[in-house]
């Protein structure tokens, strides 16, 4: 069976996604910063989190092992810097807005929440590179987040009569 490159994004498009934006420092502490929604979390013993990032991206050596980022949850309203960190262009900074502390990769201003990591691992996998990140720190703030899908950005519209989740928490039954 043969599948085209068109078909194929177009069915991962239908699963809807939240957007991030990973930040990071190359070596030479210049800040880099790239659009992923391949983001997901890994395990809570340890607190381990992935993402996905292309082989041939320029910010690559900003992400190899023992290196600190950042996963920048973005707002339902951020849609505008998600597109500005998916391009490619050398500089990113500073219309990103984010707020840097010395030797921390910068912070998108608004993120929903933010995930301090260090590089743990990294596994070869087609034209990108999964990227595992122990979780050092977390900041949580409200907002609704920003999706993806189907090739566009929208928002989440919770059901009114919706009550939140704690499926790990207090799921008492098989799964099966």
């Known amino acids: 069976m043969s599948i085209d490159s068109r078909g194929l994004r177009d069915a991962f498009g239908r699963f809807a996604t939240g957007v991030t934006i990973v930040t990071g420092l190359k070596p030479d502490g210049e800040p880099v910063g790239v659009t992923a929604n391949s983001f997901t979390s890994v395990s809570l013993a340890p607190p381990l989190l992935l993402w996905c990032l292309q082989n041939d991206s320029t910010s690559f050596e900003a992400f190899t092992l023992g290196r600190p980022f950042t996963v920048n949850v973005l707002r339902a309203d951020q849609d505008r810097q998600a597109m500005h960190f998916a391009r ?34 990294q596994h070869a996998a087609g034209d990108h590179t999964i990227i595992v990140g122990s979780v050092l720190g977390i900041e949580i703030a409200d907002g609704p987040p920003l999706l993806y899908h189907n090739g566009a950005f929208g928002d989440l519209t919770r059901r009114a009569s919706a009550q939140r989740i704690e499926s790990w928490e207090t799921f008492g039954g098989d799964w099966f």
């Open 88 to 121: 490619r262009q050398n500089v990113k900074f500073p219309l990103g807005r984010a707020t840097t502390q010395s030797g921390r990769p910068p912070r998108i201003d608004g993120a929903i929440c933010r995930i301090d990591c260090e590089v743990v691992a």
